[in-house]
């Protein structure tokens, strides 16, 4: 499968985004789909993913209440909903792809992976 990301930009503090992880290729309802990002001088790091197996989503601590990952099957799509975005927040975002039963936490569990899209967040 491979990935396309978008949806990043420049805003306040306090702002939302909608970011898009479109699947080509393969049927992305097949896939275990995160989200991960990547801050200047830092790891990368798991913001959450959405299990092929029942879709149900989970989040890093750090953005729960905040964010929300969804599927549109019809459109091959997983989405990262961001509200009330921090400053902390930005950072470079990844959509990646497995067929793993579980949302791995590692960058190296998964196979398939997107372009970035920059969000900053100014304040």
């Known amino acids: 499968v491979q990935l396309q990301a978008s949806g990043g930009g420049l805003v306040q503090a306090g702002d939302s985004l909608r970011l898009a992880c479109v699947g080509s290729?393969?049927?992305?309802?097949?896939?275990?789909v995160s989200w991960f990002r990547q801050a200047p001088g830092k790891e990368r790091e798991l913001v959450g993913g959405t299990k092929w197996s029942d879709g149900n989503p989970s989040y890093v601590d750090s953005v729960k209440g905040r964010f929300t990952i969804s599927r549109d099957n019809l459109k091959n799509t997983v989405y990262l909903e961001m509200n009330s975005l921090r400053l902390e927040d930005t950072a470079v975002y990844f959509c990646?792809?497995?067929?793993?039963?579980?949302?791995?936490?590692?960058?190296?569990?998964?196979?398939?992976w997107g372009q970035g899209t920059q969000v900053t967040v100014s304040s």
């Open positions: 990646a792809a497995n067929r793993a039963y579980w949302v791995g936490m590692l960058a190296s569990q998964y196979g398939y």
């Open positions: 290729g393969d049927t992305l309802s097949r896939y275990t």
